[in-house]
């Protein structure tokens, strides 16, 4: 018994001589040989010295002989048993992964195709990578396509998935340098016929032609040659066909499957690859190798941890090995010619159901078959030699007849009964296509039913389109479920081949007509002929596609007549037959089609709440085909019968309204005006606003609209007219969309949407919903068992309303398509009305937002304008922006108007070149200690003048140099004129100042407010602890009566920020000497005066009262 674990070390000394050109390699391997681990080892491939022949390639890629004597065996071979070594020391180790490389960044010479391109004897030199992008089809011709690599691997061709490339009658593709090789990747489909490929390929990650496709992909009667690997299959539905090629030459590998399956192999020669002609690993299910000739390969074809090859009718021979397989199943060789190889013909190890049949399998150096392994390999009914069959014998030798052996016993290996002479049986199976038949017309789903029948037995029956692998069936019935739908319409060809059990094949094929347009519902119109549906038409068309409804949503449980008219396309294939109209799945309507183009009803609808569907339903062919034609919710209000929505009463129409560069300058012009904001600052915020349209202001107005924000007219045609008033408050929201989105929005995934949204609807207050390219108002929803829908207000589709269809993981939003997550926005807090004041301080913290957050640029001239960053650049080249690679980056170009906002996080290098004689502008703006810092440089430019410099986050530049006359020498430097705007208001006391001595009890106290960039909300003062007293409306204030001593006036301002300023002042009040002696004095004398007032008084009345006798 062998040891559980050995360890065998590999020393050598590598030796480079330049002269003689010889390399040996230096191999260090330590192997569990129960667990199969290996240290990695690197490439021993070194490019600038001479390419190693094969059997050096095979000896380096496949690492075997692990024997320390293994360089002094190789002058004087003998077989292995008499050296007694144990068999283990043979066995191949398993490939490391081999994986395309990373995709190419962009470069200039790119080429990349998005539609079909067709190119015809032509000569094309690529200096870049070729794209083939989905959808796009690359078709050559007779064409000779060149990649022009100055390093290995620099460019390559990508055919991406949903691509399609074709390169046909004798095109070739290669390298202009052999010594730089290009690569190639396919995710799509590709069709090479009569062509070449070479020069592909150069590492174990660049391996060569890379197959990873979801389509299908043919190789016919194409030669691969001088790559690293000549071809490479990954994929358990690779559906790869390789038929009559010539795979020669390739450094490693000729064909490589790795992980891959339904790949056939048919009639190639696979000749003279360094390490092996075939290498399947882990690959499973459908490898078909048949008719090949496999030689002078290191290992003519090597099966790692695969399953289900099939090989037949091969030749393998003058190869190292012939065949190995290692841990592998279901291995079916069968009439095959395995001879001359220089060392086994098959070996096996661990592996299972390996059969070996009808072969002729003789003159190889060793073993014709060896198997190490608890597995049977059963070899039955194979010629080995000489007519008496096998020799069973530890030691092979290369005489015939062959020698077979089996490491742990007879039991293991069946090789009787042999054939006494070569197998010559060659009898085809009898195949035919039972359906579809000859020139039949087909679509949706096709049964292709096969007879197929040898006296040998029927090993599988392979079903072919277009000459593409389709399916392999290897059990009676023969039959394949083809979706017709994955051709293009027109005629195509079924092939399909019969394998017997010993190899010999058989095929036929028969042309149909694959037509998969359907009926085409080519009009629709909906007439609701209810005074509750408010009578408008619907026109509909391009259906299956979800119809836009004028009115999606109409009242339950009323009884509704809708007229239905409908105009069907192909109309030929429907007279006479049965079509259904329903409701959700509930049919309302059967009827006969008469005339496909001219179909009428008339529908009663009466529908309870919730959302419904309305479809149209009839049978074609096989199939049944079904065509939804609208959306229809039936509602009870959602709001208080006041608020209810109607169309044509409240449709709020602002469907031409955009906030352009005039009315926004126009706003500008006003807001400065009546609130005092500059505006150099004002327009920082258009970039952002032209970046988002219009529709944040529209559905920020149709909110407030439907709460009662606006008052609304009793004409209802006043509607349909923007007013001044409402066109600044559509302005004023979408300038400030970012702030109101940030302070008032929240992101949120769908059910935590609709819960929110829910909450406030039934609050009377519709949100704003916005997504990543548009925003609505929401003014209702439907919630029905575990059907939740949103009613959606537009301002692109003024005059109706669409709905939202809200699932656990996303919301279907109508023409804006599946979104994952939500932005809700509630309206401004406490706006009742149109009070523009209200939002002038959110204007402001907008202001505050962009500056804070960027690095900002206002230019006023015809320039262009190139600024780079580490992360990408901006230019700006007559009046347009050419390139912006800068991500988060807003720019507005209009005129002579350039106005650029940039992330705040790096440093920027600015040019600016003049277009004709002008007086330039450069404005810049910082927030600076709470102080908004703006620059102005202001310099006379002609033509080709420069301007350079560099700007970041609060780091306006110090000075601009600036080249007058562009011959490349600065001429001036311009620092800029500074301006200031505080951003908050100081409020200072002027009067008493510090330590003042008043000699009185009263004190005047008077101050002064120094404006800031927002304005003063509330000014209040008080007296050492007391009360504060509101002193807003004016500048100074008098306290009474105040006690000797020392006190504090502090006086505090609030802006409309709610930041609070505040200035104090000591002061001590000290009364003259006696001065409270003379009070009292003059107190008393008041008193006593007052007395002497009152009593003459009352004397003056009893005086009177006695004259009168009273």
Same mark, same amino acid.
């Given at each position: 018994?062998?040891?559980?674990?050995?360890?065998?070390?590999?020393?050598?000394?590598?030796?480079?001589?330049?002269?003689?050109?010889?390399?040996?390699?230096?191999?260090?391997?330590?192997?569990?040989?129960?667990? +199969?681990?290996?240290?990695?080892? $690197? $490439?021993?491939?070194?490019?600038?010295?001479?390419?190693?022949?094969?059997?050096?390639?095979?000896?380096?890629?496949?690492?075997?002989?692990?024997?320390?004597? *293994?360089?002094?065996?190789?002058?004087?071979?003998?077989?292995?048993?008499?050296?007694?070594?144990?068999?283990? *020391?043979?066995?191949?180790?398993?490939?490391?992964?081999?994986?395309?490389?990373?995709?190419?960044?962009?470069?200039?010479?790119?080429?990349?195709?998005?539609?079909?391109?067709?190119?015809?004897?032509?000569?094309? @030199?690529?200096?870049?990578?070729?794209?083939?992008?989905?959808?796009?089809?690359?078709?050559?011709?007779?064409?000779?396509?060149?990649?022009?690599?100055?390093?290995?691997?620099?460019?390559?061709?990508?055919?991406?998935?949903?691509?399609?490339?074709?390169?046909?009658?004798?095109?070739?593709?290669?390298?202009?340098?052999?010594?730089?090789?290009?690569?190639?990747?396919?995710?799509?489909?590709?069709?090479?016929?009569?062509?070449?490929?070479?020069?592909?390929?150069?590492?174990?990650?660049?391996?060569?032609?890379?197959?990873?496709?979801?389509?299908?992909?043919?190789?016919?009667?194409?030669?691969?040659?001088? =790559?690293?690997?000549?071809?490479?299959?990954?994929?358990?539905?690779?559906?790869?066909?390789?038929?009559?090629?010539?795979?020669?030459?390739?450094?490693?590998?000729?064909?490589?499957?790795? =992980?891959?399956?339904?790949?056939?192999?048919?009639?190639?020669?696979?000749?003279?690859?360094?390490?092996?002609?075939?290498?399947?690993?882990?690959?499973?299910?459908?490898?078909?190798?048949?008719?090949?000739?496999?030689?002078?390969?290191?290992?003519?074809?090597?099966? +790692?941890?695969?399953?289900?090859?099939?090989?037949?009718?091969?030749?393998?021979?003058?190869?190292?090995?012939?065949?190995?397989? #290692?841990?592998?199943?279901?291995?079916?060789?069968?009439?095959?010619?395995?001879?001359?190889?220089?060392?086994?013909?098959?070996?096996?190890?661990?592996?299972?159901?390996?059969? %070996?049949?009808?072969?002729?399998?003789? /003159?190889?150096?060793?073993?014709?078959?060896?198997?190490?392994?608890?597995?049977?390999?059963?070899?039955?009914?194979?010629?080995?030699?000489?007519?008496?069959?096998?020799?069973?014998?530890?030691?092979?030798?290369?005489?015939?007849?062959?020698?077979?052996?089996?490491?742990?016993? #007879?039991?293991?290996?069946?090789?009787?009964?042999?054939?006494?002479?070569?197998?010559?049986?060659?009898? $085809?199976?009898?195949?035919?296509?039972?359906?579809?038949?000859?020139?039949?017309?087909?679509?949706?789903?096709? !049964?292709?039913?096969?007879?197929?029948s040898d006296i040998s037995g029927i090993a599988n029956v392979t079903f072919y389109i277009d000459e593409t692998l389709a399916f392999v069936d290897e059990n009676a019935p023969y039959e394949y479920e083809w979706n017709s739908t994955s051709v293009a319409d027109g005629k195509h060809n079924i092939k399909v081949i019969a394998f017997d059990e010993v190899g010999n094949r058989a095929e036929? &094929? %028969?042309?149909?007509?694959?037509?998969?347009?359907?009926?085409?519902? /080519?009009?629709?119109?909906?007439?609701?002929?209810?005074?509750?549906?408010?009578?408008?038409?619907?026109?509909?068309?391009?259906?299956?596609?979800?119809?836009?409804?004028?009115?999606?949503?109409? $009242?339950?449980?009323?009884?509704?007549? %809708?007229? !239905?008219?409908?105009?069907?396309?192909?109309?030929?294939?429907?007279?006479?037959?049965?079509?259904?109209?329903?409701?959700?799945?509930?049919?309302?309507?059967?009827?006969?089609?008469?005339?496909?183009?001219?179909? &009428?009803?008339?529908?009663?609808?009466?529908?309870?709440?919730?959302?419904?569907?309305?479809?149209?339903?009839?049978?074609?062919?096989?199939?049944?085909?079904?065509?939804?034609?609208?959306?229809?919710?039936?509602?009870?209000?959602?709001?208080?019968?006041?608020?209810?929505?109607?169309?044509?009463?409240?449709?709020?129409?602002?469907?031409?309204?955009?906030?352009? *560069?005039?009315?926004?300058?126009?706003?500008? %012009?006003?807001?400065?005006?009546?609130?005092?904001?500059?505006?150099?600052?004002?327009?920082?915020?258009?970039?952002?606003?032209?970046?988002?349209?219009?529709?944040?202001?529209?559905?920020?107005?149709?909110?407030?609209?439907?709460?009662?924000?606006?008052?609304?007219?009793?004409?209802?045609?006043?509607?349909?007219?923007?007013?001044?008033?409402?066109?600044?408050?559509?302005?004023?929201?979408?300038?400030?969309?970012?702030?109101?989105?940030?302070?008032?929005?929240?992101?949120?995934?769908?059910?935590?949407?609709?819960?929110?949204?829910?909450?406030?609807?039934?609050?009377?207050?519709?949100?704003?919903?916005?997504?990543?390219?548009?925003?609505?108002?929401?003014?209702?929803?439907?919630?029905?068992?575990?059907?939740?829908?949103?009613?959606?207000?537009?301002?692109?589709?003024?005059?109706?309303?669409?709905?939202?269809?809200?699932?656990?993981?996303?919301?279907?939003?109508?023409?804006?398509?599946?979104?994952?997550?939500?932005?809700?926005?509630?309206?401004?807090?406490?706006?009742?009305?149109?009070?523009?004041?209200?939002?002038?301080?959110?204007?402001?913290? &907008?202001?505050?937002?962009?500056?804070?957050?960027?690095?900002?640029?206002?230019?006023?001239?015809?320039?262009?304008?190139?600024?780079?960053?580490?992360?990408?650049?901006?230019?700006?080249?007559?009046?347009?922006?050419?390139?912006?690679?800068?991500?988060?980056?807003?720019?507005?170009?209009?005129?002579?108007?350039?106005?650029?906002?940039?992330?705040?996080?790096?440093?920027?290098?600015?040019?600016?070149?003049?277009?004709?004689?002008?007086?330039?502008?450069?404005?810049?703006?910082?927030?600076?200690?709470?102080?908004?810092?703006?620059?102005?440089?202001? @310099?006379?430019?002609i033509r080709n003048s420069t301007l350079v410099f560099s700007i970041g986050k609060d780091k306006p530049p110090r000075e601009v140099s600036v080249d007058v006359d562009g011959d490349g020498i600065p001429d001036v430097t311009v620092k800029p004129e500074k301006s200031r705007v505080p951003m908050h208001p100081m409020i200072t006391i002027t009067y008493p100042k510090e330590g003042a001595?008043?000699?009185?009890?009263?004190?005047?106290?008077s101050w002064n407010v120094r404006p800031g960039f927002y304005v003063v909300k509330k000014i209040e003062i008080r007296l050492d602890n007391g009360s504060w007293i509101d002193v807003t409306t004016t500048t100074n204030y008098t306290f009474i009566r105040i006690s000797e001593g020392k006190h504090i006036i502090t006086i505090r301002l609030t802006d409309e920020s709610e930041n609070i300023?505040?200035?104090?002042?000591?002061?001590?009040?000290?009364?003259?000497?006696?001065?409270?002696?003379?009070?009292?004095?003059?107190?008393?004398?008041?008193?006593?005066?007052?007395?002497? @007032?009152?009593?003459?008084?009352?004397?003056?009345?009893?005086?009177?009262?006695?004259?009168?006798?009273?």
């Amino acid at each position: 018994m062998r040891k559980a674990l050995i360890v065998l070390t590999l020393s050598a000394i590598i030796y480079i001589h330049s002269i003689a050109g010889a390399i040996t390699n230096i191999i260090l391997i330590s192997t569990d040989l129960a667990g +199969f681990r290996s240290t990695t080892i $690197p $490439p021993l491939y070194f490019p600038n010295l001479r390419k190693p022949d094969r059997r050096e390639a095979w000896q380096i890629h496949a690492r075997k002989h692990l024997d320390i004597d *293994w360089l002094d065996w190789r002058a004087n071979p003998e077989p292995p048993c008499s050296r007694q070594m144990p068999l283990d *020391w043979q066995m191949l180790l398993p490939h490391e992964y081999i994986a395309p490389s990373e995709s190419k960044l962009p470069s200039s010479g790119d080429w990349v195709v998005f539609d079909e391109e067709l190119y015809k004897d032509e000569t094309i @030199v690529l200096t870049g990578n070729l794209i083939i992008r989905p959808g796009g089809e690359l078709t050559l011709v007779n064409c000779t396509l060149l990649i022009n690599c100055t390093y290995d691997g620099e460019w390559q061709i990508k055919v991406e998935s949903g691509g399609m490339m074709n390169v046909l009658a004798g095109s070739n593709i290669t390298a202009c340098d052999s010594d730089h090789e290009f690569l190639f990747y396919v995710y799509g489909q590709l069709i090479m016929r009569d062509s070449f490929l070479s020069e592909c390929g150069y590492d174990d990650d660049h391996p060569g032609l890379w197959l990873e496709t979801d389509g299908n992909v043919l190789l016919k009667n194409t030669t691969i040659t001088n =790559c690293y690997y000549g071809v490479c299959c990954y994929g358990f539905q690779s559906r790869i066909t390789i038929s009559d090629c010539e795979i020669n030459n390739n450094l490693q590998c000729g064909v490589y499957c790795y =992980c891959a399956s339904h790949v056939a192999l048919l009639g190639c020669e696979i000749n003279n690859n360094g390490a092996y002609g075939i290498h399947c690993e882990y690959a499973d299910y459908n490898v078909t190798i048949s008719d090949c000739v496999i030689s002078d390969n290191g290992c003519g074809m090597y099966c +790692f941890s695969s399953s289900n090859v099939d090989v037949s009718s091969c030749r393998i021979s003058d190869n190292g090995d012939g065949v190995i397989c #290692l841990s592998a199943s279901n291995i079916n060789i069968v009439e095959c010619d395995i001879n001359n190889n220089e060392w086994y013909g098959i070996y096996c190890v661990d592996s299972s159901n390996v059969e %070996v049949h009808y072969c002729s399998i003789y /003159s190889n150096f060793w073993h014709g078959l060896y198997n190490e392994g608890y597995f049977v390999v059963n070899a039955s009914y194979c010629w080995w030699g000489g007519p008496y069959g096998p020799e069973y014998n530890e030691a092979g030798d290369p005489e015939d007849p062959e020698e077979v052996y089996s490491y742990y016993g #007879l039991e293991y290996l069946i090789y009787e009964p042999w054939m006494a002479e070569p197998p010559i049986d060659l009898t $085809p199976p009898k195949i035919i296509i039972t359906n579809p038949s000859e020139g039949d017309i087909v679509f949706g789903t096709v !049964l292709i039913t096969v007879d197929a029948s040898d006296i040998s037995g029927i090993a599988n029956v392979t079903f072919y389109i277009d000459e593409t692998l389709a399916f392999v069936d290897e059990n009676a019935p023969y039959e394949y479920e083809w979706n017709s739908t994955s051709v293009a319409d027109g005629k195509h060809n079924i092939k399909v081949i019969a394998f017997d059990e010993v190899g010999n094949r058989a095929e036929t &094929s %028969v042309t149909i007509t694959v037509d998969n347009t359907p009926p085409v519902l /080519s009009q629709c119109s909906l007439r609701f002929l209810s005074k509750t549906a408010l009578g408008n038409t619907i026109v509909v068309s391009q259906l299956p596609d979800r119809s836009r409804i004028g009115f999606s949503f109409l $009242p339950a449980y009323v009884r509704v007549m %809708v007229s !239905l008219s409908l105009s069907l396309t192909d109309y030929e294939k429907l007279i006479g037959k049965e079509a259904t109209f329903l409701i959700d799945d509930e049919p309302i309507e059967t009827i006969v089609i008469n005339d496909p183009q001219h179909i &009428s009803v008339i529908l009663t609808l009466s529908l309870t709440p919730g959302f419904h569907e309305l479809y149209f339903r009839l049978a074609y062919g096989s199939d049944t085909l079904t065509y939804k034609l609208a959306d229809i919710a039936a509602y009870e209000s959602v709001f208080q019968d006041k608020h209810a929505f109607n169309v044509t009463r409240d449709a709020y129409r602002f469907r031409n309204w955009r906030l352009g *560069w005039e009315t926004f300058y126009e706003l500008a %012009v006003w807001l400065m005006e009546e609130y005092g904001i500059p505006e150099k600052l004002l327009m920082l915020l258009y970039p952002i606003s032209a970046t988002g349209g219009h529709c944040f202001g529209m559905a920020y107005t149709a909110s407030a609209f439907f709460t009662g924000m606006l008052a609304k007219p009793k004409d209802a045609n006043v509607y349909a007219f923007a007013k001044e008033e409402v066109s600044r408050l559509i302005a004023m929201y979408q300038i400030t969309q970012l702030y109101i989105i940030y302070h008032y929005g929240e992101e949120m995934r769908s059910l935590e949407a609709f819960n929110e949204i829910k909450g406030l609807v039934n609050k009377g207050i519709p949100p704003v919903i916005c997504t990543a390219n548009h925003a609505v108002a929401c003014i209702g929803y439907y919630e029905v068992g575990d059907n939740r829908f949103l009613v959606i207000y537009d301002n692109n589709s003024p005059n109706c309303t669409n709905i939202w269809r809200v699932y656990d993981d996303y919301v279907d939003a109508f023409d804006l398509g599946r979104q994952e997550r939500l932005v809700v926005v509630k309206p401004l807090e406490k706006l009742a009305e149109i009070e523009f004041s209200k939002l002038i301080k959110i204007i402001r913290d &907008s202001i505050i937002m962009v500056v804070q957050e960027s690095v900002n640029l206002i230019l006023r001239c015809p320039v262009d304008i190139i600024i780079t960053s580490e992360v990408g650049t901006v230019k700006i080249v007559d009046d347009a922006v050419v390139e912006n690679s800068i991500e988060g980056s807003y720019i507005y170009v209009s005129g002579d108007v350039k106005i650029v906002l940039l992330p705040e996080d790096l440093k920027y290098d600015v040019s600016v070149i003049g277009r004709e004689e002008s007086g330039l502008s450069i404005t810049s703006t910082c927030l600076i200690n709470n102080t908004i810092m703006i620059y102005d440089y202001i @310099v006379n430019i002609i033509r080709n003048s420069t301007l350079v410099f560099s700007i970041g986050k609060d780091k306006p530049p110090r000075e601009v140099s600036v080249d007058v006359d562009g011959d490349g020498i600065p001429d001036v430097t311009v620092k800029p004129e500074k301006s200031r705007v505080p951003m908050h208001p100081m409020i200072t006391i002027t009067y008493p100042k510090e330590g003042a001595i008043i000699e009185s009890d009263s004190l005047t106290v008077s101050w002064n407010v120094r404006p800031g960039f927002y304005v003063v909300k509330k000014i209040e003062i008080r007296l050492d602890n007391g009360s504060w007293i509101d002193v807003t409306t004016t500048t100074n204030y008098t306290f009474i009566r105040i006690s000797e001593g020392k006190h504090i006036i502090t006086i505090r301002l609030t802006d409309e920020s709610e930041n609070i300023t505040e200035d104090s002042v000591s002061f001590v009040v000290r009364l003259p000497s006696g001065y409270n002696i003379l009070m009292l004095v003059a107190a008393m004398f008041i008193i006593i005066v007052v007395l002497m @007032v009152i009593c003459r008084w009352k004397k003056r009345r009893r005086t009177s009262n006695d004259a009168h006798g009273l």
